[in-house]
C-alpha cells in the first residue's frame, strides 16, 4: 500500500505524529517530535522524501510503500486541545486506535503522557 505522509510545523506549533500498526497489534514509530522517516525493515520502505527548507516552517514529505499488513495511524493534537483530551478510559483509546490497549498505551505513554498519566490514574481509582 502506497502512503503519503507530510510532517511539518502546524500552527500552534503542533507536529503530526504517525505510527504504523500491524494486524496482530504491534505498532512502530514513523514520525514524531524526536525522530522522523526512515526505512523500516518489515513494515514499510521510504520511496521518495523532499525537504523543503522553511526554517521553522520546513515540511518533509515522505512516500511510503508499507506492507499490506500495515496500517497507518495519524495523530494530530486540536489547536488548543491535546489529542485525546476527550477520551475517558484506556478502552476509549483502544477504540478510537482501532488496536489492542496494549498497544494503544505504547503509543499514549510515548506520545502523549499526560494523557497517559491520566488514563492511568483514572484506571486505579476505578479498580
Known amino acids: ?5 507530510s510532517y511539518y510545523r502546524h500552527r500552534g ?3 503530526p505524529r504517525l505510527w504504523l500498526a500491524k494486524a496482530d497489534g504491534q505498532v512502530v514509530c514513523f514520525a514524531s517530535p524526536t525522530q522522523t522517516g526512515r526505512n523500516i ?3 514499510c520502505l521510504v520511496v521518495a522524501h523532499q525537504h523543503e527548507p522553511r526554517g521553522r516552517w520546513s515540511r518533509d514529505h515522505y512516500v511510503l510503500d508499507m506492507l499490506d499488513t500495515v496500517r ?3 495523530l494530530l493534537s486540536g489547536l488548543h486541545v491535546p489529542w485525546g483530551a476527550d477520551l475517558l ?3 476509549d483509546v483502544a477504540r478510537e486506535l482501532d488496536l489492542p490497549t ?7 505513554a510515548a506520545e502523549y503522557p ?5 488514563l492511568n490514574a483514572t484506571e486505579a481509582y476505578a479498580e
Do not use: D, H
Open 1 to 5: 500500500m502506497r502512503y503519503e505522509f
Open 13 to 15: 506549533g503542533r507536529y
Open 41 to 43: 525493515p518489515g513494515w
Open 72 to 74: 497507518p495511524i495519524c
Open 89 to 91: 478510559t484506556w478502552g
Open 102 to 108: 496494549a498497544s494503544a498505551k505504547q503509543i499514549v
Open 114 to 118: 499526560s494523557l497517559a498519566n491520566r
